[in-house]
């Protein structure tokens, strides 16, 4: 009998897609907050006048930005450009603005667990460093730190992303290939990311 098809699990329902999210460094987001009350006054300026900023607050994605509304993409542009140019701001270090989507739990499998000649075990750090350099993730935003779960003699990566309702993003990832190292791994999609410690005795 064959096995029932996985479909990718989609946790967010009727999400609060008021939000603008932006990832920037911690330093950063804090100096934005202590003005907050100024740069309110400025994006409403700048942006429509039916677009008002009701607050702005952060959590562990990044600075929320909340609107009134429902915002435009041109609307997102205005928000992201307003904050690259403040002085204070690192614009190196400010990724571009989304809107607030479904998470969803691809994995990476079969990555060596240790690195090739040495009996150091592959970390986060690597994998983000690998992860960046590697052309299907480019529009990826996560939602979480990866996860990195050994299944000897080799691991798998817990990626939670943000995708639209639809799935797109991780329909275009599921089924793709790419390189750590030598070893050729593959994006697959799982029911979620259990963040359960692994278990050293194996």
């Known amino acids: ?14 999400f609060f897609y008021k939000q603008i999210i932006i990832s920037m460094s911690e330093d950063d987001i804090n100096k934005f907050i202590v003005s907050s009350s100024n740069h309110i006054s400025n994006l409403n300026c ?7 900023i009701d607050f702005i607050c952060k959590d562990y994605w990044g600075l929320i930005i909340i609107a009134n509304k429902v915002v435009s993409i041109s609307d997102i542009n205005i928000v992201e450009n307003y904050i690259k140019n403040i002085q ?8 571009s603005a989304w809107l607030p989507q ?10 060596s667990y240790l690195l090739e000649g040495t009996n150091a075990s592959i970390n986060i750090s690597m994998v983000k460093t690998i ?8 529009d990826i935003h996560f939602v979480s ?5 050994k299944v000897s003699p080799k691991s798998n990566i817990w990626i939670d992303i943000w995708d639209s309702q639809s799935g797109f993003l991780a329909k275009m990832l599921i089924n793709q290939c790419f390189n750590v190292g030598s070893y050729i791994t593959i994006v697959q999609g799982a029911y979620m990311n259990s963040s ?3 278990c050293k005795n194996c």
């Open 145 to 149: 730190k990866l996860y990195v779960i």
């Open 1 to 14: 009998m064959d096995k029932p098809k996985l479909c990718i699990n989609m946790t967010t329902k009727s």
């Open 102 to 111: 479904s998470k969803l739990y691809p994995k990476i499998l079969s990555t």
């Open 196 to 198: 359960i410690s692994q």
């Open 131 to 138: 992860i960046k350099s590697t052309y299907i993730f480019n």
């Open 46 to 52: 700048a942006l429509k006048p039916d677009i008002f």
């Open 88 to 95: 204070s701001v690192d614009a190196s270090e400010v990724q």
